[in-house]
């Protein structure tokens, strides 16, 4: 019979043939489960530049210009519309439990052992003090962290008008027109 498996099962003492069954492979539903949380946050995250691209159309235009004030007041004027829109937003709309799981497994490599040591002295060094972490708001410190670059080639690559930053042990998403607070997870890294 070229092409069909035969796997011997045993069970109870008595062994039994499953013909033509494939058997999973190791992790393959929890790759699949990945996949699907992955997925999952990709939709939300094209939900959300959906909604950004068509009030950004509706505010005042943001042209080349070196004047802090017209940079300023074209990102109020969006973050305003955004926050309308928005105005039941929380905390896990788009980093759903089992999405800020994923990250964290994806993030957690990179902050343990003697790489994360390095890793998270560089987030320390980077910080600003505090923030307080609130959906919709805008994003008010002065400095801006950076997030490590090995830490952010493991993470979901976001559209240009999002980024991810790290505050303390918290990861946010950031919309950079707006300069708005759209989602975080507390405590990313244990």
């Not at 045993?10 to 999973?24: D, F, K, N, R, Y």
């Not at 309308?84 to 799981?101: C, L, M, N, S």
């Not at 320390?124 to 952010?152: G, R």
């Amino acid at each position: 019979m070229q092409g069909i498996g035969a796997v011997l099962v045993l069970s109870c003492g008595m062994a039994t043939a499953i013909v033509g069954m494939e058997q999973p492979k190791p992790d393959g539903p929890k790759v699949k489960a990945d996949a699907l949380v992955l997925q999952d946050f990709k939709q939300r995250i094209d939900k959300y530049m959906e909604l950004h691209n068509r009030l950004e159309k509706k505010t005042p235009p943001l042209k080349k210009v070196d004047d802090p004030e017209k940079i300023q007041a074209s990102q109020q004027a969006l973050a305003a519309a955004i926050r309308t829109e928005r105005a039941g937003a929380k905390q896990g709309d788009i980093f759903t439990p089992e999405i800020a799981e994923r990250l964290r497994r994806l993030i957690h490599p990179e902050v343990t052992g003697t790489k994360g040591v390095k890793t998270k002295e560089a987030i320390k060094e980077d910080a600003p003090p505090a923030v307080v972490l609130k959906v919709n708001t805008p994003y008010t410190a002065d400095a801006l962290p950076t997030v490590p670059p090995n830490v952010l080639a493991n993470l979901p690559q976001l559209p240009e008008d999002l980024e991810y930053r790290i505050i303390g042990r918290d990861l946010i998403l950031r919309d950079v027109h707006a300069n708005l607070i759209v989602d975080f997870i507390p405590r990313i890294m244990r």
